[in-house]
């Protein structure tokens, strides 16, 4: 079974940063690609970065480009989020997850085979 655990939320005020890091547990798993997704309350999940394990080719949603950076660490099994001048509307739960392999859905939600519980981030005015 592989657990995906999720660390580095926080309260934080605009313009501040955040690193968020999901390190992978459990029996040996090398996913074809990882990601970070949000979420607020009513809303439905959204995509916000994802990397490709071996190659380390990274996407980013518009909304964050310029701002988020997503980084993989091999040896350590962790991924990474590196969040700049954060906003007000960047407040959500976050979601790191893996995809075994590549499918039609990458990088989208329902592409994603595992989930980790999620880490709240609060940007405030």
């Known amino acids: 079974q592989v657990q995906l655990v999720e660390s580095g939320g926080g309260l934080v005020q605009a313009g501040d940063s955040l690193r968020l890091s999901c390190a992978t547990s459990g029996r040996t798993f090398s996913p074809y690609g990882m990601g970070w997704f949000r979420q607020t309350p009513g809303k439905e999940r959204e995509f916000v970065a994802a990397?490709?394990?071996?190659?380390?080719?990274?996407y980013l949603a518009d909304s964050v480009k310029g701002r988020f950076t997503i980084s993989r660490d091999i040896a350590k099994n962790t991924v990474y989020l590196q969040m700049n001048s954060l906003k007000p509307e960047d407040t959500a739960g976050y979601y790191c997850a893996a995809s075994r392999r590549l499918g039609s859905s990458w990088p989208r939600p329902e592409g994603m085979d595992y989930w980790g519980k999620g880490t709240l981030v609060t940007v405030s005015s």
């Open positions: 990397i490709t394990w071996s190659g380390g080719f990274t």
